[in-house]
């Protein structure tokens, strides 16, 4: 009899049961679309309603649809309570879309079938160390989003709702300065340059991304943010704004190479002041064996940008080529960290 490896807390005969878990995880992230979709969250805000209640108001099947509800129950998206009647938990509460910083266009931003399709692609990503992306869709993910209007939607909103939370934690945890000027980097549309703005009555900005991007910021609604701010289209591979106190690149550079990355940062360096200082928004990946959020979206920029999440000594190594010096990395309440950096001399 061949002995076979288990490292698992039980002993082998667990791992059958723990390999289909693993292997049909992509089941939950459908389960989790599926809610997402029939906006189950936002018909438990009122209170508890069991699966017929549901169907009745989203045009389901119940018997299929409380299968589907107890499923997600086990990874905490709901809660099965006495007579079958399902509750919200606060994981599903954020994918309410009537809630600050709702989390459901992320949650259908992530799991649409054109990442899905990509990540089924992720064996030709390892076997030809490059982006299953460009090969399915015929070009790379930014190329395809400009000639896809639906997806470029999709993706903006995706964003712009992944990024509220992370927005203000970032605006919380960094002590920005009292005044200056902050240019934020492939700022999107805004939501963290307005975050700092409002809590720093003395601070300008500039957003600095392309023009699908730019054109539909979020600044101009905001009294409180009102006379202090420019928006500004370019390409950050060619230049970046100068005169900025405090340069910020907010998942930006997981989404390129290091080639890619000492271009960005190469013309930050060639902008900045002395005294200036340049964020770092960003996964900064644990060593060692400890989940963390960010070695899942490692593997998923890798597949779908030829991006990368990195590590602490991988970050103080780029800053490095580009003439510039990591001085300190913040840890925040929210996935990404914040690593600071200045000019080298």
């Not at 698992?8 to 005969?13: F, L, Q």
């Not at 509800?69 to 606060?90: M, Q």
């Not at 240019?183 to 809590?199: E, P, Q």
């Not at 013309?267 to 400890?290: K, Q, T, W």
Request: glycine share 12%; hydrophobic share 45%; aromatic share 6%.
């Amino acid at each position: 009899m061949v002995d076979t490896p288990w490292n698992g807390d039980g002993d082998v005969r667990d791992a059958a049961g723990q390999l289909v878990e693993l292997a049909l995880g992509h089941l939950f992230s459908a389960a989790l679309r599926t809610a997402a979709r029939c906006r189950i969250a936002d018909h438990l805000a009122a209170g508890p309603r069991t699966a017929e209640q549901l169907a009745a108001r989203t045009g389901t099947d119940p018997g299929h649809l409380r299968r589907v509800l107890r499923y997600l129950a086990t990874r905490g998206l709901f809660r099965e309570g006495g007579g079958g009647a399902f509750h919200l938990t606060p994981l599903a509460d954020a994918i309410r879309t009537d809630v600050p910083d709702s989390l459901h266009a992320a949650v259908l931003m992530l799991t649409d079938p054109s990442f899905v399709r990509n990540s089924a692609g992720l064996e030709e990503t390892v076997r030809a160390a490059g982006p299953s992306f460009a090969r399915l869709f015929g070009k790379p993910f930014f190329d395809h989003l400009a000639g896809d209007p639906e997806l470029r939607e999709l993706f903006d909103a995706g964003m712009t709702s992944l990024s509220g939370p992370v927005d203000a934690v970032i605006a919380g945890t960094y002590p920005f300065p009292e005044k200056g000027t902050v240019v934020d980097v492939g700022g999107g549309r805004g939501g963290l340059l307005r975050a700092v703005l409002r809590g720093r009555p003395g601070l300008t900005g500039v957003l600095y991304d392309q023009a699908p991007a730019v054109s539909t910021h979020v600044l101009a609604d905001d009294d409180g943010v009102r006379g202090r701010w420019r928006a500004e289209a370019g390409d950050f591979f060619a230049a970046v704004p100068e005169g900025g106190d405090l340069y910020v690149l907010k998942q930006v550079l997981h989404d390129w190479p290091d080639e890619a990355c000492l271009r960005i940062l190469r013309n930050c360096r060639a902008v900045m002041a002395p005294d200036a200082r340049l964020l770092i928004v960003d996964c900064v990946l644990p060593v060692g064996n400890e989940p963390h959020v960010g070695k899942t979206l490692d593997v998923a920029m890798a597949a779908i940008v030829d991006g990368r999440e990195r590590t602490e000594d991988e970050f103080a190594a780029l800053l490095v080529g580009a003439g510039l010096r990591l001085t300190r990395i913040l840890p925040t309440d929210a996935f990404p960290s914040i690593v600071e950096a200045e000019a080298a001399f």
